[in-house]
């Protein structure tokens, strides 16, 4: 098996209309697809800049088939792509879990969500490193509003995925709860957070502007130089 660790960023192909519809109310359907775009290179940028001896290989997950060109267009080149199993976000979690560390032999994987344009290059690290060390374990790092950005494992554990609140405050707290009904230990890592709607882009436009986040955090964010483009901000 392979020591590489793969970090799937679980992703769709950016359009109006279909990308982003809590942001669209705010901010338009065309610019709402426009940031999700530059959101997941940001992301995959944040990737492809770990260091080679980490041992990470970026990954798209993606939906939905057919989208290939428009998703290799925004991803980095040596990423690869790997098409969502399922119909919901469960099934598509916990099937690429399986496929990353199954058939394509990664010694784990992390999987990312595609709107944290400014999560830190530092939180990665951290997710792989935790991976590595001994034993079985579950990596979360929170997300603000109850989920989390990112879940790592070097095992399948489909009951992490399944029948979970999904797009609440309680996602977190159930995951947490569900791996300790199964024994497995719980690597918590530090809070960031994604952008869904005006409240979490505002958040993200003053982080940008270089003021505080509104939770505490040493962490530094990446960055994100695609957002920060399309907002008109310097690098």
């Known amino acids: 098996m392979s020591d590489t660790v793969a970090l799937g960023i679980m992703c769709k192909a950016p359009r109006p209309g279909v990308t982003k519809t809590r942001l669209a109310r705010v901010v338009g359907a065309e610019r709402a697809a426009a940031l999700s775009g530059c959101f997941l290179r940001d992301v995959a940028a944040g990737i492809a800049s770990l260091p080679a001896d980490l041992g990470a290989r970026g990954y798209g997950v993606y939906a939905p088939a057919g989208t290939e060109e428009e998703l290799r267009a925004l991803l980095p080149e040596g990423f690869r792509l790997l098409l969502q199993e399922g119909e919901d976000l469960g099934a598509a979690l916990a099937g ?75 996602v977190y707290a159930a995951t947490c709860a569900r791996a300790a009904a199964a024994g497995l230990p719980v690597a918590a890592l530090p809070m960031w957070y994604d952008i869904d709607d005006g409240e979490t882009f505002a958040i993200l436009e003053a982080e940008l502007a270089g003021k505080p986040l509104p939770f505490a955090t040493a962490l530094r964010g990446g960055p994100a130089l695609s957002t920060r483009a399309l907002l008109g901000l310097p690098a």
């Open 96 to 170: 690429a879990v399986r496929a990353l560390i199954g058939p394509l032999g990664h010694a784990g994987a992390v999987l990312i969500n595609a709107d944290s344009p400014s999560l830190p290059p530092a939180l990665l690290v951290q997710a792989v490193e935790a991976l590595r060390a001994p034993g079985d374990r579950v990596v979360l790092a929170p997300a603000s509003d109850g989920g989390y950005v990112l879940i790592g494992l070097k095992a399948e554990h489909p009951e992490l995925f399944a029948d979970i609140p999904w797009s609440t405050p309680a």
